[in-house]
């Protein structure tokens, strides 16, 4: 009942994680990152929930949360790294920073993606025991999580990279072995690479000195 209820969702979940893991690959704004990465966890935990129990589902999605909790506060702190400290408007897109290599950005993702779904559609480099959806999605995560580490040097965008290459391995083992000590020991890893991400964040944008505040005028004698 469990299982055949997120099935339904499998071809929705598939393509949104081929657009936040492209889009994680394309921008290097942290706000917008934040986001795609945010629903990433959401969709990698939707997926999952075809093959394991709803404990692991919850300790995904809860992983996936405290991640982006840790990378909000650290970005607030630095203001958003790179990018300008303009709040996130949904009205005003184009504030959005995209690096200057965008057409070479574009044309690596799609042809990373058009490998993977290859690679992973062919029968005997498929893992046993994931579906075809599960093998894409675990392939396409991980070559677009390793194309987003190999280009940039920025250690917030490399972070997220890696979480996405995490994530597509976390899918595979997850039909290998879905004992809740693995899925412990694999939300360890992954909040080990978001404090650590933070860290190196921190050391390269340090958090900006706040304005002295005026000193109130003296009182005239009466």
């Not at 190999?150 to 972070?159: D, I, Q, R, S, V």
């Amino acid at each position: 009942m469990f299982t055949d209820f997120f099935s339904r969702f499998t071809t929705p979940a598939l393509i949104g994680l081929i657009l936040t893991a492209s889009l994680l690959v394309i921008t290097h704004d942290w706000r917008l990152s934040f986001v795609a990465l945010g629903v990433q966890y959401a969709l990698a935990a939707l997926l999952i929930a075809q093959i394991v129990i709803w404990q692991v589902v919850v300790v995904k999605a809860l992983v996936g949360l405290l991640v982006i909790g840790i990378f909000i506060l650290t970005g607030r702190q630095v203001n958003y790294g790179p990018t300008s400290p303009t709040p996130l408007r949904l009205r005003a897109l184009a504030q959005f920073e995209f690096p200057t290599g965008l057409p070479f950005r574009l044309l690596a993702t799609v042809m990373a993606v058009v490998v993977a779904w290859y690679l992973a559609s062919q029968p005997e480099l498929t893992f046993p025991g994931l579906s075809l959806s599960l093998n894409l999605a675990s392939a396409i995560l991980i070559t677009l999580g390793l194309l987003n580490l190999g280009l940039t040097e920025e250690p917030m965008n490399a972070g997220m990279g890696l979480l996405t290459g995490l994530m597509g391995f976390e899918i595979v083992y997850a039909a290998v072995e879905p004992s809740l000590a693995i899925i412990a020991l694999l939300a360890a890893v992954n909040f080990g690479v978001a404090l650590a991400v933070s860290y190196l964040a921190l050391l390269r944008y340090p958090v900006p000195a706040r304005a002295p505040e005026p000193e109130p005028a003296p009182e005239s004698a009466p």
